[in-house]
């Protein structure tokens, strides 16, 4: 399996709950690796200029909102089949369908307010993680 690495954000909810540590563990448990890492506010246009693939969606104007309500955990994860395990250990976008024992299922509240975003394939990974940060501050180890 190849090594990868994806872009994980720790949502304003999840921080303000004060459980970066705890969702952070979760990753360390299952092998992935934070090679990089950052708390940051998103500016409004940061946060259209990342979800601009949603932007005629009808939830995009919520999404914003909720994305700028407060300072974000980003990270880059690396490790085997790193894109599609975080999927899986993030569960489904709506927290009520998500599995028991996911992020979602157990520190989100809503399907606006859900704990995690995770890259989804290897070409939005490689370019959410330039989105923010320079090869230079990425630490593979
Ligand atoms: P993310 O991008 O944040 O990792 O979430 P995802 O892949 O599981 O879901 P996606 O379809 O990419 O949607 C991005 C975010 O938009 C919000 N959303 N709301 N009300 C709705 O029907 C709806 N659908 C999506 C969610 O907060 C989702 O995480
Ligand atoms: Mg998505």
């Known amino acids: ?23 952070v563990a979760r990753f360390e448990q299952a092998n992935l690796k934070v090679i990089a890492a950052r ?9 259209e ?3 601009a ?9 919520d999404l914003v909102d909720f994305m700028v309500s407060g300072p974000v955990f980003v990270q880059v994860l690396e490790g085997e089949n790193a894109i599609q395990k975080n999927r899986d250990l993030m ?16 520190f989100a509240d809503s399907i606006d307010a859900n704990a995690v975003h995770g890259s989804d ?3 939005t990974a490689a370019n959410e993680i330039a989105f923010f940060f320079a090869e230079s501050t990425v630490h593979s180890r």
């Open 1 to 23: 399996m190849a090594i990868e690495r994806t872009l994980s954000i720790i949502k304003p909810d999840a921080v303000a709950k004060n459980v970066i540590g705890q969702i």
């Open 91 to 106: 569960g489904a976008t709506d927290p009520k369908k998500a599995d028991a024992g996911t992020i979602r299922a157990d």
């Open 53 to 61: 693939v949603h932007k005629e969606r009808p939830f995009y104007k």
């Open 121 to 123: 394939a290897a070409e």
């Open 49 to 51: 200029r990342f979800y």
């Open 39 to 47: 708390l940051q506010q998103l500016s409004r246009e940061d946060a």
